[in-house]
């Protein structure tokens, strides 16, 4: 899969409105989830206990964080652009989030992005992002919002 490359403000300007790519598919695993559990301490048995969830849960099997799909957004957001010369990246906001589908344990998952604005702020970009999470051969999404990101680019 080949990346988009970027290496200013202008050649992030030039993609404003397209879309920028799709990741590659990442497994969410029953271990990605216990270690996200464990992370943030929240146990819920939805996501922890795969025996009770099969049996009592509306799913049939535990399911993902809603915040641990989120939380892999920087990780596929760099399959679809290496952004290059830059000092510093700033996760700055999230916005009109939502959760449209749980994510099933060892559910195939990528990210979809486009670039709705990029604004320069004295030297530094502020680029935000739409995202949709597709779950493979789920007709609706994980979760669809945007994100927005701040770089400091070198001179």
């Keep these: 899969m080949s990346r988009l490359l970027i290496e200013s403000h202008q050649e992030f300007e030039s993609y404003l409105g397209q879309k920028l790519g799709v990741s590659e598919y990442h497994t969410v695993t029953q271990e990605q989830i216990n270690?996200?559990?464990?992370?943030?301490?929240?146990?819920?048995?939805?996501h922890t206990n795969p025996e009770k969830a099969k049996t009592e849960g509306a799913f049939g099997s535990t399911i993902a964080h809603g915040y641990l799909t989120l939380s892999l957004l920087p990780?596929?957001?760099?399959?679809?652009?290496?952004?290059?010369?830059?000092?510093?990246?700033?996760?700055?906001g999230i916005e009109q989030?939502?959760?449209?589908?749980?994510?099933?344990?060892?559910?195939?998952?990528?990210?979809h992005v486009w670039l709705?604005?990029?604004?320069?702020?004295?030297?530094?970009?502020r680029v935000k992002l739409q995202v949709q999470m597709e779950i493979e051969g789920s007709k609706k999404p994980a979760f669809d919002g945007s994100i927005t990101?701040?770089?400091?680019?070198?001179s």
């Design 149 to 154: 990101f701040l770089y400091h680019f070198n």
């Design 97 to 111: 989030f939502k959760f449209g589908a749980p994510v099933l344990v060892n559910s195939n998952v990528r990210t």
């Design 75 to 92: 990780y596929m957001w760099e399959q679809v652009v290496e952004v290059r010369n830059f000092k510093m990246l700033v996760n700055y």
């Design 116 to 125: 709705k604005e990029c604004t320069n702020l004295r030297g530094i970009s």
């Design 35 to 46: 270690k996200f559990a464990e992370a943030t301490l929240d146990f819920q048995w939805i």
